[in-house]
């Protein structure tokens, strides 16, 4: 069993910034591409930042010079620096991990997800 938890969203005013963690704990043998996604009630989930475990990147359009994301793979977590934070980034935000477990097979894990609320 592989978990992953979330932490650090919550309620922020438009400009302000906030720093997302997730972190992995369980059978994990390795962990390839993290990422976070997001996806508000009635609409489809969409991906905000991605990171390899080589470090490689990349971003949705919408986040784009306002979003960093970034792993510590020795603590089997990855982290979502926003800045610049507008109304429309209200969402729940997911992470997720392609793992490889110590039982030799590799897929997707989610975590359950924190809200970020931006006010006007």
């Known amino acids: 069993q592989v978990q992953l938890v979330e932490s650090g969203g919550g309620l922020v005013q438009a400009g302000g910034s906030l720093r997302l963690s997730c972190g992995a704990s369980g059978s994990i043998f390795s962990i390839n591409a993290m990422a976070w996604y997001r996806q508000a009630p009635g609409k489809q989930r969409e991906l905000v930042a991605r990171i390899t475990s080589g470090g490689s990147t990349n971003y949705a359009d919408s986040v784009k010079g306002r979003f960093t994301i970034s792993r510590d793979n020795a603590k089997n977590t990855v982290y979502l620096q926003m800045s610049s934070l507008k109304p429309e980034d209200t969402d729940v935000y997911l992470c997720?991990?392609?793992?490889?477990?110590?039982?030799?097979?590799?897929?997707?894990?989610w975590g359950q997800g924190t809200q970020v609320t931006v006010s006007p």
């Open positions: 997720n991990a392609d793992v490889r477990t110590a039982f030799g097979y590799s897929r997707p894990y």
